[in-house]
């Protein structure tokens, strides 16, 4: 089997959304790894680039393979959500992804592009997002944004044989916001229609599992502080 690279840049420029939209790269297997140096000014044959939307939304910040449609070729999932605590003290509109129309400032993104033998040199989502998959944060805005696709992992979670997407929203408040901080994460089951498929969790289907954090406050108790909001 051969195993392709992919990488998140997400404090890269680029597309037509301009600056620091993130870029996503996959490199196509093999690639020799004893020492040698990859170029991405100059990529590989064959490499595709993945563009963010919008200035500052930092897709890339967290990336993942997974075969969620089950077509037997992994998939790319990428979320623009500001990974990484530095990233998150700016106080200034963006460093997430904002949501539909841009209307809630950094409540996250997560993206899904479907892997295939003949992906093009660029994807541009902001542009020709094809097939894509998109799911958007529910709450933006104000001093605790959600921040959703900070954390994504594939896992086979019902047992059928492809693979689903954890997806974590450490900033989230609860049910009905009630629970300021407690942080939320979602199950996206795996399957063939989630191609070109838009989950917008301000309005969670039904076929998404939502998991609430237990108590206000939670993201202070994994070691993070107020004074960053």
Not at 86 to 106: K, S
């Amino acid at each position: 089997m051969v195993m392709d690279i992919v990488a998140g840049a997400d404090q890269a420029d680029g597309g037509a959304g301009g600056s620091e939209t993130g870029h996503v790269w996959v490199l196509p297997g093999p690639q020799k790894m004893e020492g040698g140096t990859i170029e991405l000014s100059t990529p590989p044959e064959a490499t595709t680039v993945i563009f963010g939307v919008d200035a500052i939304d930092h897709l890339g910040a967290t990336v993942v393979c997974a075969d969620v449609d089950g077509d037997g070729f992994d998939d790319v999932v990428a979320g623009a959500a500001a990974f990484g605590t530095l990233r998150n003290v700016y106080n200034r509109t963006g460093g997430a992804g904002d949501g539909p129309n841009n209307d809630r400032p950094e409540a996250g993104e997560m993206w899904v592009v479907f892997g295939g033998p003949n992906l093009p040199a660029v994807i541009d989502l902001a542009v020709n997002p094809a097939d894509a998959m998109v799911m958007y944060g529910a709450s933006g805005g104000g001093r605790s944004p959600d921040r959703l696709g900070e954390e994504i992992v594939g896992a086979d979670v019902n047992g059928d044989g492809i693979m689903d997407l954890i997806v974590g929203a450490y900033r989230a408040d609860g049910p009905g916001d009630t629970r300021d901080d407690a942080g939320d994460s979602y199950i996206v089951f795996g399957s063939p229609s989630l191609r070109g498929r838009v989950i917008d969790m301000a309005e969670p289907p039904s076929d998404v599992v939502v998991i609430y954090g237990a108590m206000d406050g939670a993201i202070r108790r994994r070691g993070y502080s107020r004074r960053w909001v």
